[in-house]
Structures are given as C-alpha cells and as structure tokens.
C-alpha cells in the first residue's frame, strides 16, 4: 500500500514532494524565536526537551538529541493528504535513482545531505564535526557543513553576531590540551584562544569536519552532511555549563579520558590557517541574472554540499534547470512552483503544514522547474540544497 502511494503521489506531481515542517529542540542555549513558529509551540515536547531552536529540510536521518527523542526525529515527511505518513526516507528507498539520480543512488546509496535552519539567541559553544574516519570509529558518518545568513529570517541579530573558528595561528597544540585538563574543574575559556568574525547577512562560510566553531546569533541556514555528530570543547558557554560527556560522547569508550585522542579530532592545520577567511569565507557567486531572475551560489568551494539563492522577480516567471535533485526552502514571497502553490512561511504551528518546502527529484530538475511570483511588488527568494556536482565552483 505505502509503495502505491508513493508512486501515485510521484506521478502526480510530476517529481515534485511537498514537505512537511520538521522542527527539532535542543536541551541547550535559548531558542532565538526566528523561526516563525507560533509563540505558544516553542515547547511542543516538553520543557524537558527544551525549546525548539532548529528546523530541518530534505532530511533521511534522525537527531542525535537523547534519550527522549522520538526515533524519527529529525526526519522529514510528504505532505500526503489525508493519506498516512510516509517519510522522505521511505520516497528514497522506494524510488531510489528514479528520485535521487543513478549517480546519488549509487554512490551513497541514499540521499546523502539535509540543511536546517540553526536559530539561537546566544552564541553556541566552541565545538567541532568529526571527519569521515573519527565517526567511523563510533560507527557514524563525519560532517561537513556549510552557513548562508539569509536577511529574511534575520531582523535582529541575537546576542553576539559573530562566529568563532578555529584557532589563532599562534596557538599551540600544548596551550589547547592544558585548557581541556580544566574541563571539569575550571571555566576553560577556551575562546580566548581563538579567532572571531562579524557576520555579514547574505554571506556565508564553509566549515570542514575537525575545524572547532562557535557559531554566532544570527538564523543561520546550513546544508550540512547526514550526521549530527560532534565535540564540545567549551565547557561554559553564555553561562550555560557543559558537563564532560559533551566533550567525549563521540569517542570510543576507551579513550574518553585520552586527551590526546580527543585533541586528534581537530584538524590542527585548518584550526591555525592564517588565511582562514581568504579560504573559507564564502560570499555570493552570480550565476545568472535577467530581467525576470537572479540565481546565485551561496555555498560551494568543498567536496560534499551546495547551495544556491533564486530571486523571481515580482510578477515574473522562470523555468530553471538543475544537474541534480534537490531540497528547497521559501524565504520570501509566493507563486507556484511547479503543479504547488507556494508560500513564505508567516506563522506555523507545530505538527502543522506549510506550504515554502519542496524536494525536487533528479529527471523534474533536470527538465526544468517552473517558478512563477505572483506578487505584484515584492520578490519570491528560495534557497536551494543539494550535494556537490561537477559544475559546482571549487
């Protein structure tokens, strides 16, 4: 039955799902309320859970957010009706490169990204992503990621809009391991070592897996790879204390008092870059601007993730192709996209549906994706995610 369903749905729509809102609470740090879920929503599962603070996109994986999470959360769903639930996972595995491309299918296996938006009022602590090797040695993937600052959700930066990354180039493996000796004894102010930067809204950066990062104020838009694994280095962050397994939950059991090994999850060279900015920072790229269209690279420049920005103009219409599948997010206006009405979330309730996310499959981009804007002065601006292809700006 669910197998018909997704065909009958797929068909239908001409390769073009419409997504359900995934929204995810974190434990830690104070939701920066950007989300434009409704006020009363913000701690649908409990004040336990703590409030919501991330909303999910194009997502196959789960969270990796404790012992009381639900098992799916963190994965995206269709919009199917009154019909059951069925999840995008269940659209991948069902539709395989019929969906996602041959090339995805068969070399990850599954849709192998998701993006979010990561939207906290304070400065979150100075952490890291594990590389492909060190979360293989506790059976989990590494995780690259990439930020885009979308001026939409931004009217008020939050407490501190800066991003810390890495570390000054003068800092030395010695001074980093004495601060982590302290984690359970000391305030270990570990940013003191390191290296900030403003945000600039409609900017963004690249962040390699084993670079540590303490991710500023501002919502941030982030394609990401299928993993939500990391470090925490920083032990009190905005006052908020971290207890030890923050630091070690992603290490083998064996070494979670080795500092050493711990240490070994940095990427010591990218932490100490000199020329961090000049290699990491990513402002947009145009690729094409007309009349009716402005389409520009919003994250690119590394192996795994892409992003772009379209901009219709007011009451214009565009057919745009893509060389893979990809997830979208709305952040301004409304129209159609293809067969789907769209619109720019205003307020959403939790569990509620929306109509500003879409995943659109390998054979529909290719063909071409008509977006129409159906406002008469104001611009339809989407956010589009995929994995990197030949084509992407390195």
Known sequence: MKQTLIREYFEKNNGILNILPTFVPRRFCKAGHRLRLHPDDYFALGTHRGAIKERWFSS???AINGPDAAPDEGMSYVDMGEAEKISLKDFVTELGAELIGTELMEKYGTWPMYSKFFDYEDPLFH????????????GKLGKPEAYYYPPQYNPVPGNFPHTYFGFDPDVTYEEVKERLAGYETRDIRITELSRAYRIELGTGWYTAPGVIHAPGSYLTYEPQWNSDVNSVFENIASGEVYDYSFLTENCPEDKQRDLDYVMSLLDWDKNV??????????????VAETEDYTEKWIAYGNPYIAAKELTVQP????TITDATAYGCILVQGYGKLGSFDCATATMLRFGGKSQDEFFVSAPSAAKGVTIENHSSCEPLVMLKHFPVYDGVPQ
């Open 60 to 62: 196959v994986i789960c």
């Open 127 to 138: 952490h890291l992503h594990l590389d492909f090797d060190a979360a293989a040695r506790v």
């Open 273 to 286: 870059d000199p020329h961090y900015r000049k290699n990491n920072f990513r402002p947009p790229l145009t």
């Open 315 to 318: 009451g214009r219409s565009v």
